[in-house]
Structures are given as C-alpha cells and as structure tokens.
C-alpha cells in the first residue's frame, strides 16, 4: 500500500530565510503524482505544487521547489524568502494516474518568526 | 475560472441528529467531486467521489452517504450523527482525466455533542 511520510510536525523559519520540509513515500508504482498543499489558518487546502514522477526536473513555483529523488523516494519543498504569509500546515500528498484518492502525509507546522 | 463553495462553515449538531453538507463547483462541466474528512491534527481521508451524476464510490464504510443530484453539486448526508463524525469536511473537485489536481473547497466544520 501507498504511505506517504512526514517526519518533521513542525518547523520554524525567520522571514527571508530559507526552509525545508521532507516529505518520503512508499510505492511500488513507477508513474505517479507528488503535491504539496499548503493549509492555513482558515484550513482551506490550497495546491502549492505539483510533480510528475516521469519528469525528472524538479518543480517550480516562484519561491517554492521542491528536490524529487525518485529512487530515495523522497520530495522535499523549499520555501524561498520565506514570508509570514507562509505559516500554515503543509502536507505532502501521493496520487496515481485515474485513481481518485490522494494519500495525505500528517503534515508539518511550519511558523514564521519576524 | 473555476471556483468551489460549501456549506454551512460551522455546523454543531447533537449526536444522532441527520446531516446535509452541500458542495457546489462552478465554472467548469462534469468534474470529478470528492468529500475528504480531516480529524484534528491529522491528514485527510477520502470518503466519497463521484465521476458523473448519480455515480458514487465509497472509500471508508461508515454511517455517511453522498449524492450527487447534478452535474456540479455533491452531498454529504448522515441519517444519524455519531461523535465520531467530528470533523472538518472538505469537498473537492478535478477534471476528469488521469494527471488532473484536485482543488479543494473551504471546508465544513462540524462539532457533534
């Protein structure tokens, strides 16, 4: 069965500085998709980015990437000048082609500090 | 562009009350629809989804049910609420395809007494 895996519950950054959320997963699918979601306070899930396992360029979204290693099964994301705005909840989450269910990690706490 | 509401935000209802939690999707046709639930503290556990009216798969048996009526609208109901219900619910929708991203609504809070 697919897990996804966040070892980190929570994570603390000052503002304009860089930070790093580990996401691991476990499949024995070779094709599949990869997010991050960010929830904040009013917990609406919101998609951060996305990754396709077959590219094996890592994702970008301005101050967001993310470093797929997909042997080690890991994806991690990078927060960039990271902003207060960007305290919230972050999950890693897993999905197949044409399956209907995204598998959530438990999620990081990320804080920011002014 | 394509936007996704529910409601109520907030519901408190006593244990084995019914349910009615409505989701609608506009600005786009036959999407995938989906109800998650999110205990406190936790991830998010699909429970319904839906590729067409009156097309529902379950993915965790339990005392919930969806519908959905027509093409943009899913409903979650419970003919009878347990504490265990307690949660926040999230609707979601997608295209219909194999890559597409689910995009998710602002979520019901229900407290069940």
């Known amino acids: 069965a697919q897990t996804v895996t966040q070892s980190q519950p929570e994570m603390s950054v000052q503002e304009a500085e860089t930070v790093t959320l580990s996401c691991t997963y476990d499949?024995?699918?070779?094709?599949?998709?990869l997010f991050w979601y960010k929830q904040p306070p009013s917990r609406q899930m919101i998609l951060v980015i996305r990754?396709?396992?077959?590219?094996?360029q890592n994702a970008t979204e301005n101050r967001f990437s993310v470093n797929f290693q997909k042997a080690a099964k890991s994806f991690s994301l990078k927060i960039s000048d990271s902003q207060l705005g960007d305290a919230a909840m972050y999950f890693c989450?897993?999905?197949?082609?044409?399956?209907?269910?995204?598998?959530f990690g438990t999620g990081t706490r990320l804080q920011v500090f002014p | 562009s394509q936007t996704i509401h529910q409601w109520p935000a907030t519901l408190v209802q006593p244990v084995g009350s019914p349910l009615s939690l409505e989701c609608t999707v506009e600005?786009?046709?036959?999407?995938?629809l989906y109800w998650y639930r999110q205990a406190a503290g936790r991830g998010l556990q699909l429970l319904f989804y839906?590729?067409?009216?009156?097309?529902i798969s379950s993915e965790v048996p339990q005392n919930l049910s969806a519908s959905r009526p027509q093409d943009r609208q899913f409903i979650l109901s419970s003919k009878k609420l347990l504490l265990s219900d307690s949660g926040f619910y999230l609707c979601?929708?997608?295209?219909?395809?194999?890559?597409?991203?689910?995009?998710f609504g602002p979520g019901t809070r229900l407290l069940v007494l």
């Open positions: 979601a929708w997608s295209v219909q395809g194999g890559a597409e991203t689910q995009y």
């Open positions: 990754q396709e396992a077959y590219k094996q």
């Open positions: 499949t024995s699918e070779s094709d599949y998709y």
């Open positions: 600005g786009t046709s036959n999407p995938n």
């Open positions: 839906s590729v067409g009216i009156g097309q």
């Open positions: 989450a897993y999905r197949l082609p044409f399956a209907d269910k995204l598998i």
